[in-house]
């Protein structure tokens, strides 16, 4: 453990050192994986499975975000991906919405979908909320529930004000956004700060500077609010993808997120968040 770390901690101790036992900080914590079943990776089996067996060992949920256009792809022949998403649910897991095909129809890229930063254009409304209400309606057909949060593809910006009106008026929630810290209530929308992803290629020669960078945002979190998120990405998540050192590394920080001093740790999905757990921000 680093020194800056080791001093984060000690502060964090004596600051709630004078709490009664009883008294335990509630810290809520989210979890999201996104890229459900990619469709670029090599790496196979395609499966989420064992992160989400990680995840629900320390009692946690997992917030799959799932681009619906993948529900007519070759990732669910046989019906396979609609089977472990119904699995996923069954086991008390979120499905959220990850944009439409996660591939920009003006320039290919998959880095944005609707908001194309290539060519500086923003493709047209009709095109948008067509695709966006499709994809929807395929992704609570498939999982047989509503989906109500958000999540926009690479680059595209959430609080683009087209985006931002197409997701309104199809009934989404909430809206996970880079952009902010802790939860924020607008109007009839929330947003939900996306998180980093520390597994992305995760490698031996970077697993423990990774680590001590993660547990020490989550002592920054501690210190200065009430919530934390991270996020992960399949393909860098699977069993097979370098003999499953993602699952080593989560497992490993949930361990220690569980047993950190003073605090409660709550592990939720967005869609269990709850505006009056969180400071009010005009």
């Known amino acids: 453990m680093n020194r800056k770390l080791k001093c984060a901690i000690g502060l964090s101790l ?19 994986i996104d890229d459900i079943f990619m469709r670029e990776s090599p790496i196979t089996p395609q499966e989420v499975d064992g992160f989400v067996e990680v995840c629900e060992s320390y009692g946690a949920k997992v917030m799959l975000a799932v681009v619906p256009h993948r529900l007519v792809e070759d990732q669910n022949k046989n019906g396979e991906m609609v089977k472990a998403l119904k699995r996923f649910v069954k086991r008390g897991h979120m499905i959220a919405m990850h944009s439409y095909k996660h591939q920009c129809s003006q320039c290919g890229s998959t880095g944005h979908e609707y908001n194309c930063s290539t060519d500086s254009i923003t493709l047209p409304l009709e095109l948008e909320a067509r695709e ?34 197409i997701v309104k008026n199809l009934g989404f929630r909430w809206i996970a956004d880079s952009k ?39 002592v920054s979190a501690v210190a200065n609010g009430n919530y934390f998120s991270f996020v992960a990405h399949d393909h860098f998540t699977r069993k097979n993808y370098n003999n499953g050192i993602a699952l080593k590394w989560t497992a490993e920080f949930l361990a220690f997120i569980d047993s950190f001093p003073h605090i409660a740790v709550h592990c939720l999905t967005i869609d269990d968040l709850n505006k009056e757990w969180f400071p009010q921000r005009p």
């Open 14 to 32: 004596l600051l709630w050192s004078v709490l009664p036992a009883q008294e335990l900080k509630p810290i809520y914590v989210t979890i999201r």
């Open 132 to 165: 966006l209400a499709e994809g929807k309606q395929w992704l609570e057909a498939a999982i047989g529930k509503g989906v109500t949060s958000y999540v926009c593809a690479g680059s595209d910006d959430p609080l683009h004000l087209q985006t931002l009106s």
């Open 180 to 218: 902010i810290h802790l939860p924020d209530f607008r109007d009839t929308l929330s947003f939900a700060p996306s998180g980093a992803d520390y597994t992305w290629e995760m490698q031996d020669s970077v697993y423990t500077p990774v680590m001590e960078k993660a547990k020490a945002d989550f």
